[in-house]
């Protein structure tokens, strides 16, 4: 296997060919959108720079506080991104189980995955713990971002049908029971379906990454089986908590439906 | 069997004293928006008075178990609400959440006939219409034999001849098994007819009829 072919700054200067592209397009048909194609564009430029620099120094300077840090600022960004994605307003005891939710799911997971599975040394090895940080947080805040949306949807929409179950002597548990199930189900089957293309419909991108980069196929979906598993494992258990603390936010402790 | 004592309800109910006695039918009829729907949903627990106290059998609700006291003060909505699944299901969903035993199949046949629905049990709940519904879910607390039975106008999605039966049904059974009957009518001479004792909700307060 060889290394990969660096690229030259001219060499990624010409794949900027296809935003051009992309623009005259936009420009022939009248479609309005250039504006927001430019600054994506810029943005994803910029971001990606930006993340390339700060990972030279975090690799070079190994330090255990820089990891932890960076863990604090992903799960903040990841926490804050679900609040700002959610398209009705919260409550702050949602918000409190989602955050919660987040960090408990998340770390159990990444700890395992990294001191069991991996099996990383030294434990805070930036080149391991941040990338796959990143993953496992990055795809439980979109399953936590459904769970959330369905969550609030079925509990406003079935209303009725959940009061109607608390008359009749249901537990909120009980009467929350299908819009709990719903919201679980549309929060991991992303997941479950990505994991049922995988590998036929498309190649995902850190086994790529791991090919482009001289790593041996084999290697790369052992890495990419172990990581699938591990997303799965941190989305349905940040997404069970979610659900199971998230229902009981819309319940007094008298059993009754607060009022909005 | 429950006591109002100083009851404020948000600026919908302010009720100094009331008494429901036990094992009676009580009629509540009154305008719509005045309130008659909050006082059925104070006795079921599903809301707490802002001010004052309601006891049942002496107890302030607030510190019985909210759960326990709903098994026992069931309520049906004015709007009948039809959970996923057949008809045995619908009927036996009550008597799931209050974790009794579910009886042999043909009590739920008996049940359907109680309440004059001509169906098979195995029928998906959904497809009812509106008055049907509205019996499904008459039946569905007949099985669970609480002892307050809290109904929210169920004659509401019904034609006047299925009504009067209708409620006939729950003034006999709630007599036979010595139940109490609480229950909101938009008819004064039904409220006549079937009620021991006739409350009016008006501006807020509860007001007896004499009768």
Redesign the interface.
Known sequence: MNGIIDLSVLQVAAAYIFILLLMVILKVKGIPREKEVLIASIRMTLQLILVGYVLVYLFESMNPFLTILVLVIMESFAIYNIFQRSGRPLSNSLKKVVALSMAFGTLSSLLFFLFVVIRIAPWYDPQYFIPIAGMLIGNSMTGISLGVNRLLEGMKERK??V?????????PK??AK?VVDSAFDSAILPTINSMVGMGIVFLPGMMTGQILSGVSPTTAIAYQIAIMLGILGSVSLTVILFVQLGYQSFFND????KTD | MFTFTNVCYKDILSVPHLIIHEKEITCIVGESGSGKTTLLRLLNHLISPDKGSITFHGENLLFLDPVALRRRVVMLPQTPVIFQGSLQDNLAIGLRFSQQPLPAESVFKEVLQRVKLDKTLGEDAEKLSGGEKQRLALGRILLMEPEVLLLDEPSSALDDATESLIMKIFVDYAKEQNKTLIMITHSKALATDFGDRILEVKGGNVYEWDH
């Open positions: 009725s049908l009061e109607a179950a608390l008359m009749l002597g249901a537990t009980q009467a299908e008298r059993d009754q439906l």
